[in-house]
């Protein structure tokens, strides 16, 4: 499976953007990027994903590197409940098409 | 409204004991899905069924059986073969036929060996 890369944890404030790095640079070229998140003690919860197009939702916004190797979760206006931790990863549209979980990264929102 | 079930949201075994996790949903999904969370990590994935009576081993299969018997339930057992049990555990499921939807997750169980 495709590696992905995000920082261990990140901080912002309350109502700000907030832009969640992830690298994957072993992308294959039917591998979607998926973003989850979790909040704690509760099972994680889809967000967004795409496969070479900027997408847009209510929940948040991807953006995705012409090369694939890279994408970027936006929160446009983060509030105190979207605090947890964001999960980016690859699914192979072929196959079993699995989700591999990462360590992810811990977004901590400041009042 | 539709989703996933995982019941009990708490279990407490003793060492030796087997014990089975549910995981029913209505959302007529096709395939369904076993992760393990351990503290302060990502989830690993023990078991997952894309058909009624069929499933595949995950990354971490050891010590833990299932059966899909429904294309509503996966219940998970955890068996006394398995050496360190106590961790989270979430059930997910899915469409198999389209690419524009994502897992849904249940809201866990936290199972603890005492």
């Known amino acids: 499976d495709a590696k992905t890369t995000q920082p261990n944890s990140m901080e912002s404030n309350e109502e700000e953007p907030v832009h969640l790095p992830c690298n994957h640079s072993?992308?294959?070229?039917?591998?979607?990027i998926h973003w989850y998140r979790q909040l704690p003690s509760q099972g994680p919860e889809y967000v967004i994903h795409?496969?070479?197009s900027n997408v847009n939702n209510r929940m948040a916004s991807l953006a995705i590197a012409e090369d694939r190797k890279s994408s970027t979760l936006i929160l446009h206006r983060a509030t105190l409940r979207d605090a947890a931790v964001y999960y980016c990863?690859?699914?192979?549209?072929?196959?079993?098409?699995?989700?591999?979980f990462g360590q992810g990264t811990r977004l901590t929102i400041n009042p | 409204d539709g989703g996933i079930t995982q019941s009990p949201k708490y279990l407490f075994r003793k060492e030796g004991q087997n014990v089975t996790l549910s995981c029913e949903q209505n959302?007529?999904?096709?395939?369904m899905y076993w992760y393990r969370q351990d503290p302060g990590q990502g989830l690993r994935l023990i078991y997952y069924?894309?058909?009624?009576?069929?499933?595949q081993k995950g990354d971490i299969a050891e010590g833990y059986s299932v059966s899909r018997e429904k294309k509503e339930s996966f219940p998970l057992t955890v068996t006394s073969a398995q050496k360190n049990p106590t961790a989270f555990y979430l059930c997910?499921?899915?469409?198999?036929?389209?690419?524009?939807?994502?897992?849904?997750f249940g809201s866990g169980t936290r199972l603890t060996v005492v």
């Open positions: 997910a499921s899915r469409k198999l036929d389209s690419s524009l939807y994502g897992y849904t």
């Open positions: 990863i690859l699914r192979d549209q072929q196959g079993a098409q699995k989700l591999v």
């Open positions: 959302l007529n999904h096709d395939a």
């Open positions: 069924s894309q058909i009624v009576n069929d499933f």
């Open positions: 072993t992308i294959s070229g039917t591998d979607y």
């Open positions: 795409g496969l070479t």
